[in-house]
């Protein structure tokens, strides 16, 4: 049976006045496309000059689904509409076409969604690549990871849900683990922004003079799911602790919004690091009142394990 390449390529090569002729034409597609005479096969009732009157229509739909199914990649695709193919149908007696999305389209455009509701300030793209199906789960993480798959589960279901606090050294997965759970928020459709905290404090204090901060405040406070990434490691102004995390804080505990933290601080530990202000002053009842905002509304997990960037 002739192959559909070589009649697309015999029709390349053809001069204007040896084109074959629209009875010719139609032949040879139906000898070289299964997807046409699959289409001819469903619709028996259509003659051959149904065909012959459609004829630059099926002869698109013969010669898109060619590159379809010899598909160079999205990028490189010579349909008429990038990622979309032509499809035939039936209308009224006449024989028309429609686009659709191709399955690499289709996965293309599931990312896009998937990256506007997991937002991130300042995070890794191997951290936003993480899902809960490339984790490594051991006996350090198991207990942190079943609690994340789980708090995915009821995210969304209105009621207060308490956030995740994951603290241990470096290199352990503590953000791999949040990024997994921003992923597979964004695959139920709920939203989430993930915060590098001592890159994101850094541009606050430089939106300070043109009075941008508020804007930026406004996306933490509101955002369903915030995720703030190892809190404890910027570097804290009492501004900074008052004035922004205070407030971020405690809208989203009014508000019944989850937030989640990474740290390689135990709570404990992050209360004395927010204590200390400028000077070397220790202000420790204003420490305390932002881990009121954070110690009664997550649960905590230590991960302790090798370095799993040096493993890398």
Not at 12 to 21: D, G, M, S, V
Not at 45 to 60: A, G, H, I, K, P
Not at 64 to 70: A, F, K, M
Not at 178 to 205: C, H, N, T, W
């Amino acid at each position: 049976m002739e192959q559909i390449k070589q009649f697309m390529e015999e029709l390349a090569k053809r001069a204007p006045r040896t084109l074959l002729t629209p009875e010719q034409q139609l032949d040879k597609m139906l000898r070289s496309s299964a997807y046409l005479r699959a289409f001819q096969q469903e619709h028996p009732q259509l003659t051959r000059e149904d065909y012959l009157r459609s004829l630059s229509t099926v002869y698109e739909a013969v010669k898109e689904q060619y590159w379809c199914d010899n598909c160079p990649g999205l990028e490189k695709c010579p349909n008429l509409v990038k990622g979309h193919y032509s499809q035939l149908d039936v209308q009224n007696g006449h024989i028309v076409s429609a686009i659709a999305p191709c399955e690499k389209q289709q996965a293309y455009e599931e990312e896009l969604r998937t990256r506007r509701l997991m937002r991130s300030y300042y995070v890794s793209e191997e951290t936003l690549s993480a899902s809960f199906e490339t984790l490594e789960i051991d006996p350090s993480n198991r207990a942190a990871v079943t609690r994340a798959i789980q708090f995915c589960q009821e995210a969304n279901g209105g009621e207060r849900v308490k956030g995740i606090y994951l603290h241990g050294p470096f290199g352990v997965g503590k953000s791999y683990i949040m990024g997994a759970i921003a992923r597979e928020l964004s695959q139920r459709g709920v939203a989430s922004l993930m915060v590098y905290v001592p890159d994101f404090v850094r541009e606050i204090k430089e939106s300070i003079a043109d009075h941008s901060y508020s804007t930026k405040l406004e996306l933490l406070m509101e955002v369903p799911v915030l995720i703030l990434d190892d809190i404890g490691a910027e570097s804290l102004t009492p501004w900074i602790r008052d004035e922004v995390l205070g407030v971020i804080l405690h809208h989203r505990v009014n508000n019944r919004l989850p937030t989640l933290y990474t740290s390689n601080y135990s709570l404990e530990e992050l209360e004395e690091h927010l204590s200390i202000s400028n000077g070397n002053r220790i202000e420790v009842t204003k420490a305390r009142r932002i881990m009121e905002r954070i110690r009664h509304y997550v649960d905590v997990f230590l991960i302790k394990s090798d370095n799993r960037r040096m493993k890398g």
